[in-house]
T-cell receptor
């Protein structure tokens, strides 16, 4: 029930295209859904996050769409650029015991072709 | 730069050995988290410390242990190493135990040969 399922495993998009990465979860106790971006040789860095009381959040070219009833959320990268090439992780967070815990998806390797 | 410092960046060791990975959290952060990243397992949560106390345990093997010191730096000890322990180990920190936003270091690459 703690799993977060992410797809696709890899994604190749042309420059200027839209990149879409999907995640699904089972645990309805999750109440915070961040996306992390990881470049080779670096640690994951928070990109954008959403709470389940909103259906969409947009920051620049990055948008999270959230469907609470379907227990799914997705990251859309508009006008994808070669510099967006990285691994993207969705995550879900809930308070468990005495602390908050983040559960990560398996990651999507995005390649944006010039 | 996230402000989280991890050492060493790379480590090669033999099976059966013991290693210690070190982490300095961002200034002011009280929580430290350890994650293991491998190709087939993704990012796996290992353990969480808050202000010196263990708060949560994830998929951490009994051969692994961690601690957070009074100056808030943390160490992850890996013993009786096996080939399958080869992975990237990340430390992350957050200001409190609610940890909605956690900041990752650049990781320590461990290769067991």
């Amino acid at each position: 029930q703690q799993q977060v399922k992410q797809s696709p495993q890899s994604l190749i998009v042309q420059k200027g295209g839209i990149s879409i990465i999907n995640c699904a979860y089972e645990n309805t106790a999750f109440d915070y859904f961040p996306w992390y971006q990881q470049f080779p040789g670096k640690g994951p860095a928070l990109l954008i996050a959403i709470r389940p009381d909103v259906s969409e959040k947009k920051e620049g070219r990055f948008t999270i769409s959230f469907n609470k009833s379907a227990k799914q959320f997705s990251l859309h990268i508009m006008d994808s650029q070669p510099g967006d090439s990285a691994t993207y992780f969705c995550a879900a967070s809930t308070f468990s015991g005495s602390a908050r815990q983040l559960t990560f998806g398996s990651g999507t390797q995005l390649t944006v072709l010039p | 730069d996230s402000g989280v410092t991890q050492t060493p960046k790379h480590l090669i060791t033999a099976t059966g050995q013991r290693v210690t990975l070190r982490c300095s959290p961002r200034s002011g952060d009280l929580s430290v988290y350890w994650y293991q990243q491998s190709l087939d397992q993704g990012l796996q949560f290992l353990i969480h410390y808050y202000n010196g106390e263990e708060r949560a345990k994830g998929n951490i093997l009994e051969r692994f242990s961690a601690q957070q010191f009074p100056d808030l730096h943390s160490e992850l000890n890996l013993s009786s190493l096996e080939l399958g322990d080869s992975a990237l180990y990340f430390c992350a920190s957050s200001v409190d135990r609610n940890g909605n936003t956690i900041y990752f270091g650049e990781g320590s690459w461990l290769t067991v040969v």
